[in-house]
């Protein structure tokens, strides 16, 4: 069987990890290189570390930031914010990023998601889909780009089983309607990227509860887990996650 995996996630803003709701409201939470040695120290199985105002800021990655990271944890680090090209994705993977995840540019250059895959694995690229509900689109959930301030008008897992075609390694979905509200991820989006690519999915945005984690994996067939604001701000550690997934059948790394 499979582990599940759970992932702490450090937003990243002006070099501090911060929390918002429904993507924006930031708060200050951390410092990131003392909560990515925690979480590392802590249990995690991976950290995702995620440049959320890059791209609307017209920036790039703070690669800085990345490699002091990179050098207290040894758990993979996964990286997204502000990539759109192939050098983005080489510094990246240089700065100490074991997986490389791209959000507005692969709506906007899918070929750029191809290359990437031929050129770095599949294993190296993940696609982020920032999403929220829209009725006319066929699976009810819409793509959103720039931090999720700007509609496409595209439906989120048609775009998701385009980005399996085009090789990515995994999907990370995250609902803007449930973002930073605690009151559970966005099951039927993460559950239908998932039934409709057959890729490694992992939730994100809205974990609150222990047993929001357990029904993310049991009813929205997520591979992984990913949350912030209950890690931040020390509501569960990882442990008590990974604990409660175990005690409800699931296969953990304890």
């Given amino acids: 069987m499979d582990f599940v995996r759970v992932i702490p996630c450090l937003d990243m803003k002006e070099g501090r990890v911060v929390k918002g709701v429904h993507f924006v409201d930031l708060v200050d939470a951390a410092d990131p290189v003392e909560a990515a040695r925690a979480y590392s120290e802590g249990g995690a199985d991976e950290i995702a570390f ?7 800021e017209k920036r790039r990655t703070m690669f800085d930031v990345l490699e002091k990271v990179a050098a207290v944890v040894d758990v993979p680090l996964t990286i997204g914010g502000g990539i759109k090209s192939l050098e983005d994705i080489a510094q990246a993977l240089k700065s100490g990023a074991s997986c490389v995840s791209i ?10 998601v191809r290359a990437a895959v031929e050129k770095f694995g599949p294993e190296k690229i993940m696609v982020a889909i920032d999403a929220d509900a829209n009725d006319s689109c066929p699976s009810k ?17 048609e775009f998701a089983e385009e980005m399996k075609s085009r090789g990515v390694g ?7 309607a449930t973002d930073g ?14 039934d409709a690519t057959g890729l490694p999915v992992i939730a994100s945005g809205g974990a ?18 990913l949350a912030a604001s209950v890690f931040h701000f020390g509501i569960f550690t990882i442990r008590q996650v990974k604990e409660h997934l175990r005690e409800r ?3 953990v790394r304890l």
């Fill in 50 to 56: 995620l440049d959320i105002t890059a791209t609307v």
């Fill in 103 to 112: 959000s507005s540019a692969a709506y906007r250059d899918p070929e750029m």
């Fill in 141 to 157: 959930r819409e793509v959103y780009v720039d931090g999720g301030r700007t509609a496409t008008g595209k439906d989120a897992v």
């Fill in 170 to 176: 995994q999907i990370l979905p995250t609902s803007k």
């Fill in 181 to 194: 509200t605690k009151d559970g991820y966005d099951l039927q989006l993460t559950r239908a990227i998932a």
């Fill in 208 to 225: 609150g509860k222990l047993e929001h984690f357990y029904e993310a994996v049991a009813e929205g067939h997520a591979a992984a887990v």
């Fill in 249 to 251: 059948g699931l296969a």
